[in-house]
């Protein structure tokens, strides 16, 4: 299976959230596993922890909860904020959303808030940055 972050960053990109990196000229370039130093303005999704929920009896399926932050970057203050209030909007209404992510299908069943979007301070640059931690349940389909 691919890994969460991974799909993660492909339904924000389905979402015109972000373009993939690889795009020329790219529009909040979406990372997965690294914050690079360039572009100023760029959304990152690491992989946090592992929570396992429990085990459903009737299909002996174990259910895990896959840790991630999302970190976003900009030298505007309002820029930043707009954008990860703008994900943390789409993770709050995600629900059963299918999509392929290289050769396969994973649904994403949920994403779940563990805090609201926190403002981290500026880096070395003098860039603003955001993040948000989350949980999300993700099958393939």
């Not at 389905?14 to 690294?34: L, Q």
């Not at 760029?42 to 992989?47: D, E, N, S």
């Not at 900009?74 to 990860?84: G, N, R, V």
């Not at 563990?114 to 880096?123: H, N, S």
Request: overall charge neutral; some cysteine; charged content about 20%.
């Amino acid at each position: 299976m691919i890994q969460a972050e991974q799909i993660v960053a492909e339904y924000l990109r389905i979402k015109d959230v972000g373009t993939h990196p690889n795009v020329t000229n790219a529009v909040w370039p979406i990372f997965v596993g690294r914050l690079p130093t360039d572009p100023d303005q760029c959304i990152a999704v690491h992989r946090d922890s592992v929570t396992t929920q429990g085990r459903l009896h009737r299909t002996g399926f174990t259910v895990h909860q896959e840790g991630l932050q999302v970190r976003v970057r900009s030298k505007k203050y309002p820029d930043a904020q707009t954008k990860l209030l703008e994900i943390a909007d789409l993770f709050d209404t995600v629900v059963r959303f299918i999509l392929s992510v290289e050769t396969k299908q994973y649904k994403i069943q949920a994403i779940t808030q563990l805090i609201t979007p926190t403002f981290i301070g500026p880096d070395e640059n003098n860039r603003v940055n955001f993040v948000l931690n989350c949980t999300c349940s993700i099958q393939e389909h």
